[in-house]
C-alpha cells in the first residue's frame, strides 16, 4: 500500500479542531467508531467510556456532522490523486431505491472492479439526466474506464449515447455486476441502524462519508495473507490519525 502523504489529509481552511477544547484524537476516533461501525450513537458512546472517554451522544452526532464531511472529502481527493494516471478497467454503475416521507428517491453508485465506492450521488427521479449527469461528474473525476457495467436500465443507454459512449457499454454475464450488488450491503446495514433516513440532504451526507470511509479501510483481507492485511490495516489507521494534522 503505499505510504500515506500528509499534505494530501491537510485543511484548506487551517486547523478544523482550533475551537474545541478536547484532543483530536478523541474526535477522529469517535468518528471513525460512528461511520465505520454500523452503531448508534449511544453505542458508541459506551464504547468511548470503556476507554475514559465520558461523553453526550449528541456531542457524537455534533463531532460527526462537523468533521464527516471534512474528513470523507481528505481520503476523497488523496484517492484521486493516487488514482492520477492510472487506466480505468471497468466500472460497475448500479442504482438503489430508498424510501422515506412516503417517497421513493434514488442512490446512485458506481464502483471500480475492485469494488471501491467511485461516486455516490442521491436524486429524486431516475431517468436520462439525472443517469447523464451522474456519468458527467464521474467521468470529469476519474477519465473514462475501458468498459462500464450497468443493468437493463434505458437511462443509462441514453446516457451513454448522449456522450458518445456507448461503446463502453457492457451488459453480460451472469455474475458480472456483483461488484455493484455487494456494495449495497453495507449501505442497507447503515440504514437499518439509523432506522431509515429521514431527509436527501442526509441521504446524500451519509453515504458519502460511508463510502470515503468503507474506501480507505477496504483491505480485502479475504484475498491477502494475514501478515500483509496487517500492514495494510496499519497503515489506514496511521493515514486516519494524519487527518487534518
Known amino acids: 500500500m503505499p505510504r500515506v502523504s500528509?499534505?494530501?489529509?491537510?485543511?484548506p481552511m487551517g486547523n478544523p479542531f482550533k475551537r474545541f477544547n478536547i484532543s483530536p484524537?478523541?474526535?477522529?476516533?469517535a468518528v471513525i467508531m460512528?461511520?465505520?461501525?454500523?452503531?448508534?450513537?449511544?453505542n458508541a458512546i459506551e464504547l468511548l467510556a470503556e476507554r475514559g472517554i465520558d461523553i453526550c451522544h449528541e456531542?457524537?452526532?455534533?463531532?460527526w456532522s462537523r468533521f464527516g464531511p471534512?474528513?470523507?472529502t481528505a481520503i476523497k481527493k488523496r484517492g484521486i490523486a493516487l488514482r492520477h494516471g492510472c487506466p480505468e478497467w471497468r466500472w460497475h454503475l448500479d442504482e438503489v431505491f430508498v424510501n422515506f416521507n412516503g417517497i421513493t428517491h434514488y442512490l446512485w453508485r458506481a464502483?471500480?472492479?475492485e469494488g471501491e465506492v467511485l461516486e455516490v450521488v442521491a436524486t429524486k427521479k431516475r431517468n436520462r439526466r439525472a443517469a447523464l449527469k451522474f456519468l458527467r461528474d464521474l467521468m470529469r473525476r476519474y477519465g473514462r474506464a475501458r468498459s462500464i457495467v450497468i443493468d437493463r436500465l434505458r437511462a443509462y443507454a441514453a446516457a451513454l449515447k448522449a456522450i458518445g459512449a456507448t461503446h463502453l457499454h457492457e451488459c453480460r454475464g451472469r455474475w458480472i455486476h456483483n461488484h455493484a450488488q455487494t456494495s449495497h450491503q453495507t449501505l442497507r446495514r447503515r440504514e437499518r441502524s439509523m432506522l431509515r433516513f429521514c431527509g436527501m440532504r442526509t441521504l446524500q451526507k451519509v453515504t458519502s462519508i460511508h463510502a470515503a470511509?468503507?474506501?480507505?479501510?477496504?483491505?480485502?483481507c479475504?484475498?491477502?495473507r494475514g501478515q500483509t492485511y496487517r500492514l495494510r490495516r496499519s497503515a489506514a489507521m496511521a493515514g486516519w490519525g494524519a487527518l487534518m494534522v
Open 6 to 11: 500528509v499534505d494530501l489529509y491537510a485543511s
Open 25 to 29: 484524537e478523541v474526535i477522529r476516533l
Open 34 to 42: 460512528y461511520v465505520r461501525y454500523s452503531m448508534l450513537l449511544r
Open 59 to 63: 456531542t457524537v452526532r455534533l463531532w
Open 70 to 72: 471534512i474528513f470523507a
Open 111 to 113: 464502483v471500480d472492479h
Open 213 to 220: 470511509v468503507h474506501n480507505h479501510f477496504n483491505h480485502e
Open 222 to 224: 479475504h484475498l491477502v
